[in-house]
C-alpha cells in the first residue's frame, strides 16, 4: 500500500498543487491538512472562520501555519466568485441566490476550483455525499464528450492492484454509460501505474446466456471500442473468465483478455457495491476511495466514518488528478 501513495507522492512533489478541504473546523481534516503541508506536498486551503479553524488547530497539537485559510463570510474576492457563479448557473441563480448559496462551504470550495485558485476539492467528512457532489456536476460540470460522472475503487492487497467500477455513484447504467466509464477507468488506472486491460462483467461470458441485461454489457464493449480503438477491453464476462486464466482459455479463448484483466466494470451499481465489499472483507484487499472520475477538475468525496488517514490519501489522489 505505501508503494502506491509513494508513486503519488512523487508524482505530485514540487508542483505547487492547492487542494480545498470545505470542512476546515474538522479534526480529521485539520490534522491532514497539517501533515501535508508539513510534508510540502501541496498547500491545503481549509475553509471556514479563520479563528475558529486557528484555535481547533492549536486544541489538536498541530500548526496550519502552511495552509491557507479562507471564511466566505469574509473572503475578499467573493465579488468575483458571485458573477461568475450566476454567469455558470445561465439563469438558475439570481446575484442574490448567489451570495446566499457561496456562503456554504461546499459550494465556496466548488468556486475556487472552478476559478482555477484551486485544483481540487477533498470533502465528505461531515456532509454527504449529494452535499459534495452536487455543487460539482453544477458547477464544475464534466469533461467535454463524459455525460456522468462515475466512482471507482483501488483495491490493493500486498502488489496486487486492481480498478473496481462504477462503486459509487450510476444506479443502473445503459450501455453508453458503461463505455464512457471504462474509458474513464482506463484513465484512473494509468495514474495508478496499472496498464489498464479492462474487463466488462456480467453474469454471461461471451453470450453464454441471452437477455437484456447481457446484450447492454455486450453493446458497451462495442461502443468503448468504438470510441477507443486502443484500449485493451472485452466482454461481457463473468468474473472468472475474466480472472482465472484456466477459466478464460475455456470459456474464452479467443479474447485478448486470458484472465489478466485488472480493471473490472460492473454492470450496475448493486453488482459493484457488492463486488468490492467482498474483496474488501473477505478477501482482505483495502479499497481506496470512492475517486469520482469524469468532471473537469478533480472532486473527492470521503466518508463520514474516515478518519485522518483517509482524508491524506484522498487528498493525494486528488492532487494527482489535478495535474
Same mark, same amino acid.
Given at each position: ?18 487542494? #480545498? ?10 490534522r491532514?491538512a497539517?501533515?501535508?503541508a /508539513?510534508?510540502?506536498?501541496m ?6 472562520n ?7 488547530a ?5 500548526? #496550519? /501555519?502552511s ?11 467573493m465579488?468575483?466568485?458571485?458573477v ?6 445561465? &439563469?438558475?441563480a ?11 462551504? !461546499?459550494?465556496? &470550495? ?5 476559478? !482555477? ?25 464534466t ?26 455513484? !450510476? ?18 488506472a ?27 454489457v455486450?453493446?458497451?464493449?462495442? /461502443? ?10 472485452? &466482454?461481457?464476462?463473468q ?11 475455456s470459456?474464452?479463448? =479467443?479474447?485478448?483478455?486470458? =484472465?489478466?484483466?485488472? #480493471?473490472?466494470i ?8 457488492? =463486488? ?6 473477505? &478477501?482482505?484487499? /483495502? ?8 468532471l473537469?477538475?478533480p ?11 483517509? #482524508? ?10 489535478g495535474?
Amino acid at each position: 500500500m505505501s508503494d502506491l501513495f509513494e508513486g503519488l507522492k512523487q508524482k505530485i512533489s514540487g508542483r505547487d498543487l492547492r487542494i #480545498v478541504f470545505p470542512e476546515g473546523l474538522d479534526e480529521r481534516i485539520i490534522r491532514a491538512a497539517s501533515r501535508l503541508a /508539513e510534508e510540502k506536498l501541496m498547500t491545503p486551503i481549509l475553509i471556514g472562520n479563520i479563528e475558529a479553524v486557528q484555535a481547533k488547530a492549536k486544541e489538536v497539537g498541530v500548526s #496550519v /501555519e502552511s495552509a491557507e485559510i479562507y471564511d466566505p463570510a469574509t473572503y475578499a474576492g467573493m465579488d468575483e466568485l458571485v458573477v461568475s457563479f450566476v454567469e455558470r448557473r445561465k &439563469g438558475k441563480a439570481t446575484e442574490e441566490d448567489a451570495r446566499k448559496i457561496l456562503l456554504d462551504e !461546499n459550494y465556496f &470550495g466548488t468556486m475556487l476550483v472552478y476559478l !482555477n485558485k484551486a485544483h481540487g476539492l477533498v470533502s465528505g467528512a461531515a456532509h454527504s455525499t449529494a452535499d459534495t457532489v452536487r455543487p460539482a456536476l453544477q458547477i464544475i460540470k464534466t469533461k467535454a464528450g463524459v455525460k456522468k460522472t462515475s466512482g471507482v475503487f483501488i483495491m490493493v492487497r500486498e502488489d496486487e492492484k486492481y480498478v473496481f467500477a462504477d462503486c459509487a455513484i !450510476n444506479i443502473a447504467p445503459d450501455s453508453m454509460d458503461l463505455a464512457e466509464i471504462a474509458i474513464e477507468s482506463a484513465k484512473t488506472a494509468e495514474m495508478f501505474d496499472i496498464e489498464p486491460r479492462i474487463a466488462m462483467l456480467s453474469f454471461s461470458t461471451k453470450g453464454s446466456a441471452k437477455s437484456p441485461e447481457t446484450e447492454r454489457v455486450a453493446e458497451a464493449v462495442a /461502443e468503448a471500442k468504438r470510441r477507443d480503438a486502443s484500449l485493451v477491453l472485452d &466482454g461481457e464476462f463473468q468474473f472468472d473468465a475474466a480472472f482465472v486464466p484456466s477459466v478464460a482459455k475455456s470459456k474464452a479463448p =479467443g479474447s485478448v483478455l486470458q =484472465g489478466d484483466a485488472n #480493471v473490472f466494470i460492473f454492470p450496475s451499481l448493486e453488482a459493484g457495491n457488492i =463486488g468490492y465489499k467482498i474483496a474488501q472483507r473477505l &478477501g482482505g484487499f /483495502e479499497a481506496v476511495g470512492p475517486i469520482l472520475q469524469g468532471l473537469n477538475a478533480p472532486v473527492n468525496d470521503l466518508s463520514r466514518g474516515c478518519n485522518e488517514e483517509d #482524508v491524506y490519501k484522498l487528498a493525494l489522489i486528488t492532487a494527482a488528478q489535478g495535474l
